[in-house]
């Protein structure tokens, strides 16, 4: 069983453009999810992208990449493509390192790759934490999730969504599958709930593909998707 850790690295960006070589202290926020990656022993770490100028990031810092221009819909459509090329087979772990999630975790990552080498029944995993700060709540770009009591996710929304008092559950961007179940997925068509949301996991809820959660605690990663992000990643970072 070989883990995969691939960072899906779109040069172009909707909401914030070209945020993954906008540089966080000395180095661009690519580069800072190369080194959170490379903390992930025994995988192998891949840059999937675009770009040249990322691909130029990647081999600054010694790991590989796969480049393409081909139009995917998402980040594990990508994913997909690239784990293909590196000839990953049925029970292989890909993990889905979105290359905007600055500051996470890679000890959490590693929850998820251990949950995934451990259970025969999961095949999907992600990142969720608690807050009650009603900002994130109220923030689209800040994506609640309701899960039930095994930690399977019922549903993912950018909007205001049930909450449990005054505490919120929202999504960490990184997945890991099977190697199986991501080629699944890739097969799948994009559904409607997808399109209007703009989150891929609604493909899986649509078509029955459970996805497990794992709660962390004590977050301190940032979503970069507006120079608000950016900003907040830089104190961080300065701090």
Known sequence: MTTFVIIPARLESSRLSKKLIQNIGDKALIEHMIICAKKINNSIITVATDSKIIQNYAIKHNVQSVFSNKKFKNGSERCYYTAKKLNATKNDIVVNLQGDEFNINPNDIKK??????????????????????KKEYLDSNYVKVVVDKELRAITFTRKPITSIREKYMIHLGVYAF????????????????EKKEQLEQLRMIWNNIPIHCIQIKDNKSVGINSVKDLRKAREIYEY
Request: proline share 0%; hydrophobic share 30%.
């Open 178 to 193: 099977k190697y199986e179940y991501l080629e699944t997925y890739s097969k799948l068509k994009e559904c409607h709930y």
């Open 112 to 133: 998820l790759i251990r949950v995934l080498k451990l259970s025969n029944n999961i095949n999907v995993a992600t990142l969720i934490y608690e807050t009650n700060d």
